[in-house]
């Protein structure tokens, strides 16, 4: 990697202080229970390291969208048992409706070191997403140090994870973010090679610095998904009702173009799953045909990698020493479109030798839910984050931490 110049964890001594540690325990919860426990999982080495060195650690997170409202569907409270039971220890979980009050700071006054306590979702406060001050000195003044470890909001500059590091002299970031940031840096800036890099998904407008950067990281740029098709129109192929974002043809031949100047190859489907309406996920009678992706009907929509194309991705994995993967090459939610994402998602278990880094959102459920991911180098946690990392761009939630 190259040098890391943020102090980290290991630099500072916590004992007997008050640690305000931010992870993103943004978990999904459905029915009253928490569906996916991986950012909780990924969450302990940093919070036992602190624990174990005598700090007294006030975790803080947001959890879904409650738009700076206090709102009981997005109570911190399961998350702080959940983690009670994880670390084997009482998580206190200091509820507040405006996550900070004068019984939140009494009980943070009585911790003992080696203690741990939950704040409330910091999205209760409007001031949180707009990284106002008064809400970032409040969050200060509860500890003598900040530690970020919430690699998931890494690209937002919120109070708790940007705007409260001013405020607090020493601060560091955790294990989680320099894992995240030692695979994915490595990957983009020092990868063995050659790299090749996976992109799918349905929107290829949130990706488009993404294939602009990777275009020059990479040596290959494989395209699938729903995002694949604005290329291959831009190609003028017949591509049916298939998803294709119109103004964004342009950008298309541009980076087609792209690749050809810097020769590097970028491959995109020559066949498609496809069907002749749009499939709910458990729609599985849906009738499917195989078309080359020249050749879709107009009333045909693509909604996966045909086989040919799964062989040629394949191939192009083969030899890779390196391989970035975000986004699914398919409608994988319905059984009948998952082939193309699975067989992906196999190839790259059955590399030898080689570096495979899944860049969070859909490809890593997918990869998770498969039962695959032991298999893999790293799964990032962070979805818009691990994209944004591959854009190349400044994360201000890493950025806000001091140097060395
Ligand atoms: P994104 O959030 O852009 O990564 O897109 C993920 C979504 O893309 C998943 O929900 C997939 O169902 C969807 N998707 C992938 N391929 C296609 C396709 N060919 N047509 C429509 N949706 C797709």
């Known amino acids: ?4 110049n943020k102090v980290t964890i290991d630099d500072i001594d916590v004992f007997g202080k008050r640690v305000l540690l931010r992870l993103d325990l943004n978990v999904p919860i459905q029915d009253g229970s928490i569906k996916d426990k991986n950012r909780l999982i990924t969450a302990l080495p940093t919070i036992n390291k602190l624990l174990n060195d005598g700090g007294k650690i006030i975790m803080c997170s947001h959890l879904g969208k409650p738009k700076g409202e206090a709102n009981k569907k997005f109570s911190l409270e399961i998350v702080a048992k959940e983690l009670s039971n994880l670390l084997n220890k009482k998580v206190k979980f200091l509820d507040s409706d405006i996550v900070i009050n004068d019984d939140v700071k009494q009980q943070i006054n009585q911790m003992q070191n080696g203690e741990i306590c939950l704040l409330q979702n910091t999205r209760f406060r409007k001031e949180e997403e707009l990284c106002e001050e008064n809400f970032s000195k409040e969050l200060a003044s509860l500890c003598d140090i900040y530690v970020n470890d919430a690699f998931g909001t890494a690209h937002r500059a919120h109070a708790s994870n940007v705007g409260v590091a001013k405020f607090v002299k020493e601060n560091a970031v955790g294990y989680l973010m320099l894992d995240e940031i030692r695979f994915l840096g490595n990957a983009i800036n020092n990868p063995n090679r050659p790299l090749v890099a996976i992109l799918g998904g349905a929107k290829i407008e949130d990706k488009l610095n993404v294939i602009s950067n990777l275009l020059v990281k990479c040596d290959t740029l494989i395209i699938g998904g729903g995002m694949a098709y604005t290329f291959l129109k831009a190609k003028g192929y017949e591509i049916g009702q ?3 974002d119109n103004s964004k043809i342009q950008y298309c031949e541009e980076m087609m173009n792209k690749a050809k100047r810097l020769n590097k190859k970028l491959l995109l489907p020559i066949d498609a799953i496809c069907a002749n309406r749009f499939p709910n996920p458990i729609d599985e009678n849906i009738p499917t045909k195989c078309f080359k992706a020249n050749e879709i009907p107009s009333d045909y929509m693509g909604l ?3 086989e040919e194309t799964i062989k040629i991705f394949m ?3 083969k030899n890779a020493k390196t391989v970035v993967w975000n986004g699914p090459m398919g409608m994988f939610e319905n059984k009948k479109f998952a082939l193309g994402t699975y067989c992906i998602a196999r190839t790259l278990t059955e590399l030898k030798y080689s570096t495979t880094i899944i860049g969070g959102g859909d490809s890593a459920s997918f990869v998770n839910n498969f039962g695959l ?6 799964i990032s946690t962070g979805g ?4 944004e990392f591959l854009e190349g761009k400044v994360m201000p939630g890493i950025d806000a931490i001091n140097n060395k």
């Open 384 to 387: 818009g984050a691990s994209l």
């Open 304 to 306: 996966d990698i045909g």
């Open 315 to 317: 191939k192009a994995l």
């Open 373 to 378: 991911s032991s298999k893999m180098t790293h």
């Open 242 to 244: 298939s998803l294709c």
């Open 1 to 4: 990697m190259e040098s890391f």
